[in-house]
């Protein structure tokens, strides 16, 4: 998100009552079996505050992204979800976890003009522990094509990486985001390019704040990774909305839920295709690098989803008029 900034303090999110001071043991029900049962207001959690300049819903005005799906041992993911997310739980894909990695290049309008962001997001499919009796049990291939209708499994984000520092605040903000600045390099299927273009890649860098309130320059490379889809047919699948938790300091667990309005395109990977993507890990030391080491390994892609938004226009090519008939 990048709208413009006020020049008036906002609140943190965190500011607005916590839901962790509701009542932890509900009312009574009804004895009049027929009046339905709802409990106190005071006993449900308020909505996260929304901080001036922003405004929910955001709209994209594009959205083009890839990501890809690693099932994995689920003990080390186990630990670091709670680390960073104590209320969440692993999603079990029969006895493997889910580590989803996605990049992003997204537009989006304002009253005042528009903004064009890049990210990159680590995730682990997880969801919230108290309400694991909720879920069915279904394997990856399900949750990947959408089955989950609870949408309870949804992406604990562990890391993301972003080039505009607007979304990088919006994104803490609003959505409690481990949200920090960094550099990209991408490619991917155009219509402004090669008609048969099929493959994605994706250079994640190091980048700091800059001096002016910006992203600085890039700089070293942590991560990066491709995806060669040519001769592989997309299922199109109704995945989203895509459920997003975060963890705030003092409030606890949040989710923020994203529409996509027409289907992603999945690939089901194997044996014969997992070659088609590549993840190399560069900077291993700390961050992103070094839990992407820890959790994915040389483990294969199972999977990969692509969205690209249709074009609204085509500037087409000039002819000459000429001056005598």
Known sequence: MSPTPSPTPSPSPSAGPSPRTAPATPPARSADPGRAYAPARAERPP???????????????????????????????????????????AADFDGRA????????????????????????????????????????????EYARGVDQTKLLGIARIHVLCDNPLAIDAGRRLYAEPK??????SVMPSLNGPADGRAWSVVCRQATPGADGGVGPAGRTLFSFSADLAGLTPEPVNSAPVTG?????????????????????????????????ALTVEDRAAGAGRDLALLVGDAPAAGVWTFQSAPVAAHNRPYYIPSKP
């Open 180 to 185: 920090s600045p960094g550099r990209f390099e």
């Open 47 to 89: 909505l996260p505050p929304v901080p001036a300049p922003y405004q929910l819903p955001f709209h994209y005005g594009a959205l083009h992204t890839v990501g890809l799906d690693y099932l994995v041992a689920p003990g080390p993911v186990r630990d670091l979800l709670a680390e960073h997310h104590p209320d969440l739980a």
């Open 245 to 277: 938790y975060g963890t705030d300091p003092a409030a606890g667990l949040l989710a923020g839920p994203m529409n996509v309005y027409q289907p992603y395109h999945y690939h089901e990977l194997d044996g014969s295709t997992a070659s088609r993507v």
């Open 98 to 141: 889910c580590v989803s990695l996605n990049y992003q290049l997204y537009f989006a309008q304002y009253p005042g003009g528009g903004g064009i962001t890049q990210e990159v997001e680590v995730n682990i499919v997880a969801h919230p522990a108290a309400a694991a009796g909720r879920l069915a049990a279904i394997g990856y291939g």
